[in-house]
């Protein structure tokens, strides 16, 4: 009896873990608004956490980006430093080795902006998850107000669900995605014509019962693209949090089934040095992942721009 008992509680925390693992890493939705305002056209304008999040990346674009060039343009010197000079590096970089070699110098001017403007959103997005605002307001809530986790009216509380980073959340990264998809459309028609941008998915000059099997290959690939960005970019800025969480999560769980907070403790030392890792490694990701998606929006869009077949 002691044991099935005992079972039954280490199952009970196993099963409180995975609730507070999902609830960390899902998509902050509309049932859970942190404002709610009134329906426009049947849709809910309520604002969710992840809208604010990207409210906050707005603004730090804004600030540490759009504001410092601005003021740097109406100077009369054009020397830059500070912030300009890395700004400076980064759009270089973004230009001369990320735009022009994929998409072409004839292009490059016309198609820079947006690739950088992705990666910094991107960056900004994925940065601000990092920083635990939202997780310190509600350990402050919770001991320091004592404000039960279940009042959903609580502000603080909703400001809880939902995944630290707005790129995370996969209606967001599928946003972005679909932007790439119709600037590879619009990219094709300006350089060959919206007719041949279309004729161009597929090879000349090749026999009929060919294009019945390449035609609909093709158009999957259109759709492709998209959903990979989508499912990359989000899937890589949830997996750290749910390994960063599990790995944290064992201490309760080692305590509650040895029944003993110096078991937790034991495991503490491994875990505690473990996730300290995994965030040193979130740190490079917030990066790399930027990258990637500006890259391959890159890619995309000059593979309509030079066609190879």
């Known amino acids: ?28 939705d509309i049932h859970h608004p942190i404002f709610h305002l009134p329906h426009l056209f049947n849709i809910d304008m309520s604002v969710t956490k992840h809208v604010l999040m990207l409210w906050i990346v707005v603004v730090s674009v804004a600030l540490f980006v759009i504001l410092p060039v601005q003021q740097f343009i109406k100077k009369k010197t054009m020397i830059p430093s500070g912030l300009i000079n890395l700004l400076e590096i980064v759009v270089t970089f973004v230009r001369d080795t990320i735009v022009r070699p994929n998409v072409g110098p004839k292009w490059v001017n016309n198609w820079a902006p947006l690739i950088l403007t992705f990666l910094f959103f991107i960056f900004f997005a994925n940065a601000i998850g990092m920083i635990p605002i939202f997780d310190l307001l509600g350990v402050v809530n919770r001991f320091v107000l004592h404000v039960p986790i279940n009042d959903s009216n609580n502000f603080i509380n909703g400001l809880l669900h939902g995944g630290p980073t707005a790129t995370g959340n996969f209606n967001v990264t599928a946003a972005l995605a679909m932007i790439t998809f119709f600037s ?11 007719i041949q941008h279309w004729k161009n998915l597929v090879p000349h000059g090749l026999p009929g019962f060919v294009y019945v099997i390449l035609i609909p290959i093709e158009i999957i690939g259109m759709f492709v693209k998209p959903f990979a960005l989508t499912m990359r970019l989000a899937a890589n800025m949830t997996g750290g949090h749910i390994a960063l969480l599990a790995i944290l999560s064992f201490m309760a769980i080692f305590a509650d089934m040895f029944h003993s907070v110096f078991a937790g403790i034991g495991v503490a030392i491994i875990s505690v040095p473990m996730a300290a890792a995994i965030s040193g490694l979130e740190i490079i990701v917030v990066i790399v992942q930027a990258y990637v998606f500006t890259l391959l929006s890159a890619v995309f869009i000059g593979m309509a721009i030079n066609v190879h077949h």
Request: no cysteine; aromatic share 2%.
């Open 184 to 194: 590879i459309i619009i990219a094709g028609a300006r350089a060959h014509g919206f």
């Open 1 to 28: 009896m002691l044991g099935s008992s005992s079972g039954h509680e280490a199952q009970s925390v196993m099963e409180q873990v995975g609730d507070n693992i999902i609830h960390h890493v899902s998509n902050s």
